[in-house]
């Protein structure tokens, strides 16, 4: 990636003071889409009706781009990905040329003569070719679909608002442990919403989600509450940097209710690999019983001594309509902890020497970065995927 030191400096400038101004990356997402679909109506029909969660979405993508400009290998890899995902919207060529002139030209008018000089166009000009050239040049590489059909083969409640889903693809997708996929329900069209196996690629093109209906959500109540077997959803292109490191460092992971999945499946990984490094994950959540694949993770910790599992909830009763026994643990686990979980990691030690990774709501992996953070530890190190 040839953007030079000045040129990501100005890109990162402007686009933080944007992000300063109140409501300024919701202003500058409604105005990139009104000039978008004016000046290229036809792109209009790869968005849903409803726009507000795809506005953030824009706004947490560009910030995540803009942030890692320097970080050549992890971005390019990145806008690769994005690239191979966006052939499910039948995008072409030409359509990242109208993104960008779009972006450019929503920037210009947010910002004003004042703050959109010659210097900075052109910085932003030469940031968002190298972005577009990458996201096409990997989409143009891929011999793959350009999004895989799959019919559930299970959904079941695991506890009020969460549901496991299982689905067959109608044909194989290699994916990372780690990474995540975005899918599509018939009932939601063009409502893409992103969610991660819990289990690795193992050939048979079954896919395992783990859903949480999130309130006032237009997608995840239909996928926990209305899902049948039978159904038909969409899967696009995987992405994300998580997954299992090449080095061999012992493993920290860290996980906040379904964001225990991508991590579940790396522990999967590397029992099929025949693993010997240390991993300790916590495994938390609002109530006990949020910890809902606890007696999964138990019985693979009892079988694998590498492997431990540490319980951790903030609070030490469940709410009124969860009626169910909390499971106890095995001879040997550990027990449950009450305590934030950032918290509780960091009472444990300090943490250094381990790869750490992180998944959760944005406010979970803020929260424990500060405690990581605290202790000593680089978080500029510690993984975690865009939570957007």
């Known amino acids: 990636m040839s953007v030079d030191s000045q040129a990501i400096s100005l890109v990162r400038s402007s686009f933080k003071s944007v992000a300063a101004v109140e409501d300024g990356p919701e202003r500058l997402a409604r105005t990139f889409y009104s000039i978008l679909f004016a000046r290229s109506p036809e792109t209009r029909e790869f968005f849903p009706a409803a726009m507000d969660v795809q506005r953030d979405r824009l706004v947490g993508a560009i910030a995540h781009v803009v942030e890692r400009l320097d970080e050549s290998d992890a971005i390019l890899e990145y806008l690769a990905q994005l690239g191979r995902d966006h052939r499910k919207y039948g995008v072409t060529d030409e359509h990242y040329t109208a993104v960008g002139n779009a972006l450019i030209e929503a920037l210009e008018t947010f910002g004003g003569a004042e703050m959109w000089t010659d210097e900075v166009d052109s910085a932003w000009r030469n940031a968002l070719a190298i972005i577009s050239a990458a996201m096409m040049d990997a989409a143009n590489a891929e011999d793959g679909p350009p999004a895989w059909s799959a019919t559930v083969i299970e959904c079941r409640p695991v506890i009020k608002g969460v549901a496991v889903v299982r689905l067959q693809l109608d044909q194989t997708m290699q994916y990372r442990a780690g990474q995540y996929v975005s899918v599509q329900v018939a009932a939601r069209p063009r409502m893409w919403r992103y969610l991660s196996p819990a289990t690795p690629y193992d050939g048979t093109g079954v896919l395992e989600f783990h859903v949480r209906q999130v309130t006032g959500g237009w997608v995840s109540p239909v996928m926990v509450n209305q899902t049948a077997v039978g159904d038909t959803w969409v899967v696009g292109s995987p992405i994300g940097a998580l997954g299992i490191p090449e080095n061999s460092k012992d493993l920290l992971m860290i996980a906040s209710g379904t964001g225990v999945a991508p991590l579940r499946a790396q522990i ?63 001879i040997g686990m550990a027990r449950r902890i009450v305590g934030k979980v950032g918290k509780v990691v960091t009472s444990f030690g300090d943490w250094a020497g381990y790869d750490i990774q992180v998944v959760g709501s944005e406010s979970m992996v803020n929260s424990t970065k500060f405690r990581l953070r605290a202790v000593g530890i680089d978080v500029d190190t510690v993984r975690n995927d865009p939570t957007y």
């Open 268 to 330: 999967l990984e590397l029992i099929r690999r025949g693993n010997t490094r240390k991993v300790q994950l916590f495994y938390s959540g609002q109530h006990p019983c949020d910890l809902y694949d606890l007696p999964h993770l138990w019985k693979l910790a009892e079988k694998h001594p590498w492997l431990t599992i540490i319980p951790v909830s903030e609070e030490d009763e469940n709410p009124w309509w969860h009626t169910e026994p909390e499971p106890l643990p095995p």
